[in-house]
T-cell receptor, first 109, second 113 residues
Framework: KNEVEQSPQNLTAQEGEFITINCSYS?????LHWLQQHPGGGIVSLFM???GKKKHGRLIATINIQEKHSSLHITASHPRDSAVYIC???????????FGTGTSLTVIP | GAGVSQSPSNKVTEKGKDVELRCDPI?????LYWYRQSLGQGLEFLIY????????KSGLPSDRFSAERTGGSVSTLTIQRTQQEDSAVYLC???????????FGPGTRLTVT
């Protein structure tokens, strides 16, 4: 049983396309994180959110607490956006974190 | 300012040996997390420190794994009697407090031969 499910697992897009990555979770959460892992392995935290919507540049993250669902959108995608995007949730009981298996995004010029 | 640093960046050890992995969090961050990412798998939570509270060890896979955090700053993850299945990238992250965004270190790649 996976507490966090992401879709799609793999995604290839043409430069400029609008991209959506989805995350569903089954546990009560204190916060949801979107992480970016580049091919070199480094991990960057993109967003942490517990309600509503956040925007940073071309990236937008939304969360619906009632539906236990979050989406990460990338507008005007660029090859440098190619990375693995990981959804993670911090449970609201205890300190456990649960991670999705990631979405591998490739943006083709 | 300086981010989260980890050392060594790479470690190759023989099966059965003990290893220590170090994490230097961002100054002032009270929360510190250890994760690992095994080949072909996702991130796995290991242990969490918050200030001077007792750590949450619920993610440690076996009693061969332990971690400590001295003075609320530097943390060391120790793996005793390493096994080949311990081979993974071990990641450390810190945040201002629980519930705040986490900053990840570059990781330590452990290979057990």
């Amino acid at each position: 049983k996976n507490e966090v499910e992401q879709s799609p697992q793999n995604l290839t897009a043409q430069e400029g396309e609008f991209i959506t990555i989805n995350c569903s979770y089954s546990v009560g959460i204190s916060a949801l994180h979107w992480l970016q892992q580049h091919p070199g392995g480094g991990i960057v935290s993109l967003f942490m959110l517990s309600s509503g919507k956040k925007k940073h540049g071309r990236l937008i993250a939304t969360i619906n607490i009632q539906e236990k669902h979050s989406s990460l959108h990338i507008t005007a995608s660029h090859p440098r956006d190619s990375a693995v995007y990981i959804c993670a949730v911090g449970a609201n009981t205890g300190n456990q974190f649960y991670f999705g298996t990631g979405t591998s995004l490739t943006v083709i010029p | 300012g300086a981010g989260v640093s980890q050392s060594p960046s790479n470690k190759v050890t023989e099966k059965g040996k003990d290893v220590e992995l170090r994490c230097d969090p961002i100054s002032g961050h009270t929360a510190l997390y250890w994760y690992r990412q095994s080949l072909g798998q996702g991130l796995e939570f290991l242990i969490y420190f918050q200030g001077n509270s007792a750590p949450d060890k619920s993610g440690l896979p076996s009693d061969r794994f332990s971690a400590e955090r001295t003075g609320g700053s530097v943390s060391t993850l120790t793996i005793q009697r390493t096994q080949q299945e311990d081979s993974a990238v071990y990641l450390c992250a810190s945040s201002l407090a629980q519930g705040w965004g986490q900053y990840f270190g570059p990781g330590t790649r452990l290979t057990v031969t």
